[in-house]
């Protein structure tokens, strides 16, 4: 997996670190983060696209999981409700993070950085979070063909 981990970026991720060296990590959940290593669907809807922003929804009941899907493009995202999750990234760590509702977090990506990650709702009730991409980051959108 080193190909997909190189650069991976240095911002500030959220949550507490549960494992390291992906501890716990199934062969398949290894193996998708090599098949969507490119994949630039960071939502699970795309709400809106212009030619400054894509907007998106993630939307997840309690148990379900988000692909993984890679960030290049400068964002933030918004938690619209509170709730917990469990994410895995590209370097072997495993994070539980928990979002008070209105949270927001924003990431900036210089030339060939980028996030490889996915999502797992582990609470209670639905996870659903608001994402705007900037087009006009530092590093070409990835096409969502």
Do not use: C
């Not at 911002?11 to 983060?33: H, I, Q």
């Not at 669907?41 to 993630?58: D, F, K, P, T």
């Not at 988000?66 to 709730?83: E, I, K, P």
């Amino acid at each position: 997996m080193t190909s997909t981990h190189e650069f991976l970026t240095d911002a500030p991720l959220a949550g507490n670190l549960v494992a390291t060296n992906f501890e716990g990590w199934s062969d398949e959940l290894k193996a998708e983060f090599e098949s969507y290593a490119y994949d630039g669907h960071v939502g699970s809807r795309l709400l809106s696209e212009n030619e400054r922003v894509r907007v998106w929804e993630i939307r997840l009941e309690p148990g379900q999981r988000f692909h993984v899907h890679r960030h290049v493009l400068d964002y933030f995202w918004t938690a619209v409700n509170a709730g917990r999750s469990r994410q895995h990234t590209s370097d072997g760590t495993t994070r539980e993070v928990a979002y008070d509702a209105g949270e927001t977090r924003h990431f900036t990506f210089a030339n060939g950085e980028f996030l490889l990650h996915d999502i797992e709702n582990v609470g209670t009730g639905d996870l659903v979070f608001t994402t705007v991409e900037h087009l006009d980051s530092a590093n070409a959108p990835l096409s969502l063909g």
